[in-house]
């Protein structure tokens, strides 16, 4: 096991990972700890990430897309985190809270993440917490075989990381008259480019 980040000041997230092997091949799987209200920096899990890679974590970050009735700002970093790397969120089999207090409130404040390659062959499921109340204990079983088709999801641009200062410098540049007026496939050739160079 390793420590990939510890609490530090002012980001006091926490992160240790294991590597495990499996009919021959090496798995990346991460154990995250986000204290409520802490906003990460989520970028250290991007280290290693590969095919073979699971994330386990309390994330305590609201979002809609795992069951919360709103949006907070750590689920803004997590969602932004999920669509700007390959990462996809693998809910559990019941869609079931995986936090339930003493006071009878649930919640959905842990999260397993994988990459699409690994991801339609995990089954997520959640075995009760002991005592009863508490986080539920989340369970990913990897099936070595091909496992079901899944859609292959839609590229997500993030634009929140776009730079937009060198995309309109190269759209001024190349958007001239004799770009417009030219050779309808060349300007759409030279266009494709340019936004390539700024994502």
């Known amino acids: 096991m390793t420590v990939v980040h510890s609490m530090t000041d002012p980001d006091k997230l926490e992160v240790v990972e294991i590597n495990a092997w499996r009919a021959g091949l090496h798995y990346h799987v991460l154990f995250l700890y986000n204290p409520p209200n802490n906003r990460p920096n989520l970028d250290c899990l991007l280290d290693g990430w590969s095919r073979h890679s699971l994330l386990f974590g309390d994330f305590n970050a609201h979002s809609r897309r795992w069951g919360y009735d709103n949006i907070d700002a750590v689920g803004c970093i997590v969602e932004n985190f999920i669509d700007s790397a390959p990462i996809e969120f693998i809910e559990n089999r019941d869609g079931s809270p995986t936090f339930l207090s ?80 030219g050779n309808v496939d060349r300007a759409i050739g030279i266009l494709l480019i340019s936004l390539w160079l700024v994502r």
């Open 102 to 181: 003493y006071k009878g409130a649930t919640s959905h404040p842990d999260l397993l993440l994988a990459h699409p390659f690994v991801s339609n062959r995990i089954e997520h499921t959640l075995l009760p917490a002991p005592g009863g109340a508490g986080h539920k204990l989340l369970v990913a079983e990897l099936n070595t075989g091909p496992g079901e088709y899944k859609e292959p999801r839609f590229p997500r641009w993030n634009l929140k990381k776009a730079n937009w200062t060198r995309y309109r410098e190269l759209t001024d540049y190349l958007m001239n008259d004799s770009f417009v007026s």
